[in-house]
């Protein structure tokens, strides 16, 4: 029995920009995302919390980044139709 070769794993806390994102998003669409996606963000890839702000706001998770904000300052939401775009967006009640 010859031992297993381990292959060498490449630390997500030095990873450039655009790869990050790259895995992130594949990260986010394996598992069930947790309630502070934020927090989670900055924690597994190492970064300071407002360029973990950015990089979801860019994969498309601005949504869930304003209603998990609302709901930390008790401020209830719902969705309203912007009629000119025909989006249905976040807005406080």
Excluded at 14 to 36: F, G, H, N, S
Excluded at 40 to 53: L, W
Excluded at 63 to 78: C, K, P, R, S
């Amino acid at each position: 029995m010859s031992p297993k070769k381990q292959r060498k794993r490449r630390s997500l806390r030095k990873l450039p920009r655009d790869e990050r994102k790259r895995i992130a998003k594949r990260w986010m669409t394996r598992q069930r995302l947790p309630k502070d996606l934020l927090s989670a963000y900055v924690k597994r890839y190492g970064i300071p919390r407002a360029e973990a702000n950015i990089e979801l706001l860019e994969l498309g998770y601005g949504e869930m980044l304003t209603i998990y904000a609302y709901e930390q300052d008790g401020i209830e939401w719902e969705y309203k139709f912007e009629p000119l775009s025909g989006d249905m967006l976040v807005v406080p009640q």
